[in-house]
């Protein structure tokens, strides 16, 4: 027999608390170009002609006598009123796109291509899809009439491209007005028309995630209130979402807005966990926050969100949701109030945020942020409030520490207080000093995971954080998954969160 080193253990008869149906999510924010360029399916960048450079991501072809330009009288809608209108005087002019660092199509897939268009020429475009090389993969002809109208065609991709671009042009004497250019794979998770891209989606799925929290994250709060994140800004009409630019700074369509998020939830089988603006900007970025007295519209918001999620459809917001394709409640349980907010300033903010949708709802469980860090003084302040004024139901921890820190914290909530709030482990991962994804941090992360399990009875949910990066283009390290526009790439940490989402126990019982 081997020489044994070490014994565990186990008491079968001492149980010592049930382990929460809801311990291990995923935790999703719009950083790293996670979502537009990457979740989101959709492969054309700049599609309504609406970033603050109106023409970025596109580049003029003129092969011929004519020009291209941004126009925005008659528009398609109000909202979003910049388009496309290409002017052809002799030859070919035209467009070129070149999508999120260029497309990546495999052979024999198949691609929707749609927009809005009208010609008073009654003209026809041309568009298709073009490999690195200039090799045509794929494309479809249009005729367009008068008024602006929805065209759309589903091609098959004949030769694979790596970094193609989508070209559009008029090749005839005339006028074509575009807009809303879109190229969507037919195939999409949960087979979504505007969906998400598969192999993502199928990477968070494959996790059994207990929850989705969404949509951040400090894009939550926004650098100023002007690019904070409002959830009603983000539903309805695709062509009728203003994007705009995020605290990571780049430009989001809201092509996913809260609907998708939660429609996405159902699909991954996770309970939705929204988190909103509690009328403040980033405090870390040290942003301007609405003055309390103005604070009652994003009060309002929460109300109507959960009535967006939980009302039948008489309700307002049930209607509206009824309208945007899901007349069934979306069931909300856990709503954030605040991300990663602090202080003497999110304090009254919160309390008036908490009486207010407590009141009407109360059964829902609303979150409170402790801050940035795992410790000090901001910390023990919030947990302090929490505690003195009993309207925190659940606390939101962050932390990105040394895996060595995650390997002596171990026993963290051992003697957290089992009367008190609950624990939202919300953000956390082993950075270790080259911010590295390798086995060192997983294993950390691993052996702390154990820790949060054996404390359910403390700490009711845990999301690892951020979820995915896209290489050459984030802005954070490290990260769970990393992706291009053609493959992803699972690191250990990934593995982590895998094994310990499909193998989450029932019961804790005491072991040595
Ligand atoms: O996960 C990345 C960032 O870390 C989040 O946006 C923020 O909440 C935290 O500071």
Redesign the pocket.
């Known amino acids: 027999m081997n020489k044994v080193d070490g014994v565990l253990n186990i008491d079968l008869t001492n149980e010592k608390c049930k382990v929460s149906n809801n311990l291990f999510g995923l935790?999703f924010?719009d950083?790293n170009n996670s979502l537009d360029g990457g979740l989101y399916a959709e492969l054309v960048r700049n599609r309504s002609f609406e970033f603050e450079e109106a023409f970025e991501g596109w580049n003029e072809v003129i092969l011929g006598v004519g020009k291209t330009e941004i126009l925005s009288n008659e528009s398609l809608n109000k909202k979003n009123p910049n388009y496309l209108r290409i002017n052809c005087e002799e030859g070919s002019i035209g467009v070129a796109n070149g999508g999120f660092g260029g497309f990546f199509l495999k052979k024999d897939t198949k691609y929707r291509i749609s927009f809005y268009g009208r010609s008073s020429t009654n003209s026809t475009v041309e568009f298709f899809l073009q490999n690195e090389n200039g090799i045509k993969c794929c494309g479809e002809s249009f005729k367009l009439s008068n008024d602006w109208i929805k065209y759309e065609k589903i091609v098959k991709v004949e030769k694979e491209s790596k970094e193609g671009v989508l070209r559009i042009m008029l090749n005839e004497k005339g006028i074509a007005d575009l807009d809303f250019i879109s190229v969507m794979p037919v195939e999409t998770f949960a087979n979504k028309k505007n969906g998400m891209r598969k192999d993502m989606a199928t990477s968070l799925k494959d996790i059994k995630p207990a929850f989705f929290r969404f949509p951040?994250?400090?894009?939550v709060e926004g650098k100023t209130m002007d690019n904070a994140y409002l959830w009603k800004e983000t539903i309805g009409d695709l062509t009728e979402r203003r994007g705009k630019e995020n605290l990571w700074g780049y430009h989001q369509s809201f092509g996913v807005g809260y609907h998708e998020y939660f429609e996405f939830c159902e699909d991954i089988g996770a309970e939705p966990v929204p988190i909103l603006n509690v009328g403040m900007a980033c405090q870390?970025r040290k942003g301007i926050h609405s003055h309390i007295e103005d604070i009652d519209i994003y009060i309002q918001d929460a109300l109507d969100l959960i009535e967006y999620c939980n009302g039948d459809i008489s309700t307002k917001w049930g209607e509206q949701r009824a309208k945007n394709g899901h007349p069934e409640p979306f069931n909300l349980k856990f709503l954030g109030i605040g991300?990663?907010q602090w202080g003497d300033d999110y304090y009254p903010r919160y309390e008036k945020f908490y009486d207010v949708v407590k009141e009407k709802y109360p059964n829902i469980k609303y979150i409170f942020a402790s801050g940035?860090f795992a410790d000090g003084f901001l910390y023990k302040d919030a947990w302090k409030w929490a505690k003195k004024s009993g309207k925190a139901d659940i606390i939101d921890e962050?932390y990105?520490m040394a895996p060595d820190w995650f390997l002596q914290n171990i026993n963290r909530y051992d003697d957290y207080d089992r009367n008190g709030p609950k624990v939202f482990a919300g953000?956390y991962a082993a950075h270790n000093s080259q911010r590295k994804n390798n086995l060192e941090v997983a294993l950390a992360e691993a052996a702390y995971m154990t820790g949060l399990e054996k404390n359910s009875d403390v700490v009711v949910m845990a999301a690892y954080?951020?979820l995915f990066a896209k290489y050459n283009e984030f802005q954070?390290a490290p990260n769970l998954i990393w992706f291009n526009n053609e493959t992803i790439v699972k690191t250990p940490s990934y593995y982590v969160q895998n094994l310990f989402g499909n193998n989450v126990g029932e019961i804790v019982v005491t072991s040595e």
């Open positions: 935790f924010e950083i951040g994250g400090c894009i870390a991300n990663e940035p962050h990105y953000e954080a951020p954070w």
